[in-house]
């Protein structure tokens, strides 16, 4: 699906994406390649501040149409409200979203048994509740517009996901693994059903990213090649969602993990994974 992202060096002005969790790190860089593609862009995130200064950066260096829009998808008011705006299909404030980036997540840890069960509760809701139903709202729309011809270009979902879903046993991180294996498997599921409509999902699977989420991770000594770049991370989902891959795990060494993993004995990666606990 060669025309999905939009990605020739022409900017293409008529195009809008939304971008979750977009005031840092992932989605904060998803957000500036896409308006120099020359998407007008929704900015989600819950700091009003950084919001606000990324959308006015956006409009200064790269002429988009950037607009913020603070929500907690970890609400019920914030979800609402942003899958309000996925779902519409109108002109000028209401144009219809081409590419929607669920990028938005939290990787709360600790052994399970000693969790707050509203911190589980609110972790879920964000990584998998917000996800599916953000996809949800603006699918049909997608789908539709595609059917009657309304869009030649590109129209689909990135959803950033995580190796740790791919890890047999995941302790310290159980829910967070548990949650993101969901959204891997749900998303190749979905990329399936609505292909036949010209439709992309693209499941993107990172390992460690230098970001706010992953600072303990870095002060940790974990070695330098352990951490792939989030520049490398948006430009391999960009392309991979362009072509209508329905996963892609950005990093040589990452993706080489992930094809050892499925060859090893469960319980081998149980036991491992137990005594680097």
Do not use: C
């Amino acid at each position: 699906m060669s025309e999905a992202a939009g990605t020739s060096e022409t900017p293409d002005h008529t195009r809008t994406a939304m971008v979750t969790g977009a005031s840092s790190g992932i989605g904060e860089e998803f957000a500036r390649r896409l308006a120099e593609r020359g998407y007008s862009l929704i900015l989600v995130a819950r700091r009003v501040e950084e919001l606000e200064a990324l959308a006015a950066e956006l409009r200064v260096r790269y002429g988009s149409a950037a607009q913020p829009l603070p929500a907690d998808l970890g609400t019920e008011e914030g979800l609402s409200q942003v899958a309000k705006r996925l779902s519409a299909d109108g002109s000028g404030a209401d144009a219809p979203v081409d590419l929607l980036v669920n990028n938005a997540g939290r990787g709360d840890g600790g052994p399970f048994a000693e969790q707050d069960p509203a911190e589980i509760d609110s972790m879920l809701d964000l990584n998998v509740r917000a996800v599916v139903q953000l996809a949800r709202a603006v699918l049909p729309v997608q789908i539709a517009r595609k059917r009657e011809g309304r869009t030649r270009g590109g129209v689909g979902v990135i959803n950033v996901s995580s190796v740790a879903g791919e890890v047999t046993a995941n302790p310290g991180g159980s829910v967070y693994g548990a949650g993101k294996k969901f959204v891997s498997l749900w998303s190749e599921s979905v990329a399936a059903e609505v292909s036949e409509h010209g439709v992309s999902v693209t499941a993107v699977l990172p390992g460690f990213v230098r970001t706010d989420m992953t600072r303990r991770v870095q002060e940790s000594g974990l070695p330098a090649f352990a951490f792939v770049p989030k520049e490398r991370v948006v430009r391999d989902s960009l392309t991979a969602w362009a072509a209508g891959r329905p996963r892609i795990v950005p990093g040589a060494q990452y993706k080489a993990a992930t094809g050892i993993l499925r060859l090893l004995p469960k319980p081998l990666v149980r036991a491992v994974a137990r005594r680097v606990q």
